[in-house]
């Protein structure tokens, strides 16, 4: 099902016992964020919250809204995201229809896909107020400071448009944007992103940047802005796809974009080729503070918005906190297409601790020396996977989901020096223990069973287990032992 707007998407959380809504005024400085924290860091990652008087502002505050196993799901418009991953596995598969009883299965899937293009309207929810020049005003807006030690306040789920020089096809990214003042803010597009490219190539012709920056609208399109998609793939494409309807665009007042038309809010402006100003420390996704770097610098020249907007945010910092949750969908939509260039690839894990780009779990079916190490190799060349630090592999037979039972086979099952690939590369440019911001090294762990062609000269061992007769008997006599149920 797709939402029309980021508030339709919250009147459902509501309806589903999903939303808390706070009416006690709490400060967007630092006050939203240790509320938010402490939610975030409940079991299962709590309810999504909004805040309607954030001291000092007259905007609600939504944040939590993605931050569940259930609450992405409706994010995505499915009753769990496994049911997306499936879809998507069932469009990579390529099928030449043979016959007509062939080609009528197919159309269920081309209908599908009919609904992926965006569609331009001439009139916009997200432009009823228009707002130019003087008139910006970014600190009327309740833009939260998370942590004590940022350098202020950062939107932190905006959804940023641009166009790429050359082809001039659309990128859609999330990048953080600290608020300097009345209408500038930082673009922390990092030096692998496409947003960045964009700057490059602009860079070099000499040229300033048009950009806008949209906040709501479906939540489809905030999941695609920080989808890994490859570059040249339209995000709003994407979204279209995951909401099994074409987002509704419309075009910018002030720049050549065109934004979700159901956005709640829209920043226009653009940025300069040579401008940089100090950017940070922010608290950032990995648990620590990044430090201040030289970013591009935003200037905010129109500023578009709903007569009643809602304010969608986020915090990120020391997990778990709700972007894992953005994270397990990217991780487990994309699973299919992985599986398109590595089909020896059972299940991939990549643990909220390790941030998403720092350790990455793997099954394989393995079947040839060497099996594990070509799959780190295809895993390190495969777009934002280049960043993963560690990377495990491990057999079939691994619930690599279950850290306990792939922490025990790791531990168990390598020989460390001859098990080891160290090899050097572009690192996640938030990754303080690396030599150089964007550089460093990575190292991969083959975990499975190693075989004679592998240099094992010996038996290598059964895992220990009970027999099943034992276990069903066991079973039956359970009730009767006076021991408490979790044994069962
Ligand atoms: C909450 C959140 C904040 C993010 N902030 C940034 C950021 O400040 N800079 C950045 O380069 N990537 C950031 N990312 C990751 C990018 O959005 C992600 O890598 C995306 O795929 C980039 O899109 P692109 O490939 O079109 O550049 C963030 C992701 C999330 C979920």
């Not at 994407?238 to 065109?258: I, Q, T």
Request: hydrophobic share 40%.
């Amino acid at each position: 099902m797709a939402y029309q707007d980021f508030q339709a998407f919250l009147r459902d959380l509501e309806a589903h016992g999903e939303l808390v809504r706070i009416s006690a005024p709490v400060s967007p400085y630092l006050e939203i964020a240790e509320v938010a924290d402490r939610v975030m860091k409940s079991p299962g990652g709590g309810k999504a919250l909004l805040f309607e008087q954030p001291a000092g502002y007259g905007m609600p505050v939504a944040i939590n809204t993605m931050g569940s196993r259930r609450r992405i799901s409706m994010a995505l418009g499915v009753g769990d995201i496994e049911d997306l991953a499936a879809e998507i596995a069932d469009l990579a598969k390529p099928e030449i229809p043979t016959g007509w009883r062939e080609r009528l299965r197919l159309l269920p899937k081309l209908q599908r896909l009919a609904a992926v293009p965006p569609r331009t309207v001439s009139s916009a929810p997200c432009q009823e107020v228009v707002l130019q020049g003087p008139d910006v005003d970014l600190t009327r807006l309740p833009i939260l400071t998370c942590w004590p030690q940022d350098g202020g306040p950062f939107v932190t789920l905006p959804l940023v448009f641009t166009h790429d020089p050359a082809t001039g096809k659309r990128n859609v990214g999330m990048y953080r944007m600290q608020v300097y003042d009345r209408h500038t803010t930082g673009m922390h597009w990092q030096l692998h992103k496409s947003g960045a490219e964009h700057h490059r190539q602009s860079r070099q012709a000499g040229r300033r940047i048009e950009i806008a920056v949209a906040l709501g609208g479906d939540p489809a399109c905030t999941f695609a802005a920080i989808a890994p998609l490859p570059p040249g793939i339209d995000e709003m494409l994407f979204a279209g796809f995951v909401r099994r309807k074409p987002v509704e665009m419309v075009r910018c007042k002030s720049v050549d974009l065109s934004v979700p038309a159901e956005a709640e809010m829209v920043l226009e402006g653009y940025v300069d080729p040579d401008e940089t100003r100090p950017e940070g420390p922010f608290g950032d996704h990995t648990g620590f503070y990044t430090p201040i770097e030289d970013y591009p610098v935003f200037h905010v020249t129109t500023l578009t918005r709903r007569r009643s907007p809602v304010y969608p945010a986020t915090i990120v910092g020391r997990p778990p906190m709700e972007d894992g949750w953005m994270g397990k969908a990217v991780e487990r939509v994309f699973l299919p297409l992985i599986k398109l260039v590595a089909p020896d690839i059972v299940d991939m894990h990549l643990p909220v601790h390790g941030c998403f780009h720092n350790v990455a779990l793997v099954s394989i079916r393995k079947r040839y020396p060497g099996h594990a190490f070509k799959v780190m190799n295809t895993l390190w060349g495969l777009g934002q996977l280049m960043f993963t630090k560690v990377i495990l592999v491990f057999d079939d037979d691994v619930d690599v989901q279950n850290l306990d039972e792939a922490l025990w086979r790791f531990a168990n099952n390598i020989d460390p020096e001859r098990d080891m690939q160290v090899t050097r590369g572009p690192i996640d440019v938030l990754d303080h223990a690396s030599r150089q911001v964007g550089y460093g090294s990575k190292i991969g762990f083959d975990c499975t069973r190693k075989l004679a062609a592998e240099g094992y000269g010996r038996v290598w061992p059964e895992a220990i287990a009970m027999s099943a007769e034992v276990r069903s008997r066991i079973d039956d006599l359970w009730p009767s032992l006076g021991l408490d149920a979790g044994g069962r």
